[in-house]
């Protein structure tokens, strides 16, 4: 059992940055890969980014390439993302996702615990 919370969310005007963070419960936080999810209004949620167990891999969406970093501190049982450059369009609800199997995983469901989400709206 994992259970993750979300925090650093806001207003942000275009190109500023933010840096989310996930605070994961439990020991076995570091055997789980993690991954960020989002979700605006009116469309699926989508992938953004994914980090291997011990952050040794990661995969990132093309629209978030090169503005977006994941990282892990799995001493603290936290996970970030730093998010610079940003885009009216990266507005959306965030949600942290963990995943007891192998592998990153790119879609939602193939991970078994998510946070509640924390909102980022992007102003121009």
């Known amino acids: 059992q994992v259970q993750l919370v979300e925090s650093g969310g806001g207003l942000v005007q275009a190109g500023g940055s933010l840096r989310l963070s996930c605070a994961a419960s439990?020991?076995?936080?570091?055997?789980?890969?993690t991954g960020w999810f989002r979700q605006a209004p009116g469309k699926e949620r989508e992938f953004v980014v994914a980090?291997?167990?011990?952050?040794?891999?990661?995969s990132y969406a093309d629209s978030v390439k090169g503005r977006f970093t994941i990282s892990r501190d799995n001493a603290k049982n936290t996970v970030y993302l730093q998010m610079n450059s940003l885009k009216p369009e990266d507005t959306a609800v965030y949600y942290c996702a963990a995943k007891w199997t192998y592998g990153l995983g790119l879609k939602p469901d193939e991970y078994d615990y998510w946070g509640q989400g924390t909102q980022v709206t992007v102003s121009s």
């Open positions: 439990g020991r076995t936080f570091s055997s789980h890969a």
């Open positions: 980090i291997g167990r011990r952050g040794g891999g990661t």
